[in-house]
Nanobody
Framework: QVQLVESGGGLVQAGGSLRLSCAASGSIFSINFMGWFRQAPGKQRELVASITSITSGISTAYADSVKGRFTVSRDNAKNTVYLQMNVLKPEDTAVYYC????????????????WGQGTQVTVSS
């Protein structure tokens, strides 16, 4: 019902930057939570950054390891979330996934979680 398509991954040297995008299409009334997760080989998937719609606006959250280097933003008109990654480090190497919590119609009381296919980010030292 909802498809998420990620783009922007690649290979970059340490200290460089990348910008990830995740665009959603399908049956969408609203998207409350948009998040970026990552999973490195042999490790659990972890939350990197999130941006959530709240009554007074939006709320963002970041993993301690990326604070001050990564910035999450969203374009509600395009159902798209972005992750600007600066001062990349080799330890940022992972597959990055976007995750949306979607409400399908105005009367819905349940949100459904959808994942992107993942995009590889590799940071060389």
């Amino acid at each position: 019902q909802v498809q998420l398509v990620e783009s922007g991954g690649g290979l970059v040297q340490a200290g460089g930057s990348l910008r990830l995008s995740c665009a959603a299409s399908g049956s969408i009334f609203s998207i409350n939570f948009m998040g970026w997760f990552r999973q490195a080989p042999g490790k659990q998937r972890e939350l990197v950054a999130s941006i959530t719609s709240i009554t007074s606006g939006i709320s963002t959250a970041y993993a301690d390891s990326v604070k001050g280097r990564f910035t999450v933003s969203r374009d509600n008109a395009k159902n798209t979330v972005y992750l600007q990654m600066n001062v990349l480090k080799p330890e940022d190497t992972a597959v990055y996934y976007c995750n949306y919590h979607v409400k399908h119609h105005i009367a819905a009381t349940t949100e459904f979680s959808y994942w992107g296919q993942g995009t590889q980010v590799t940071v060389s030292s």
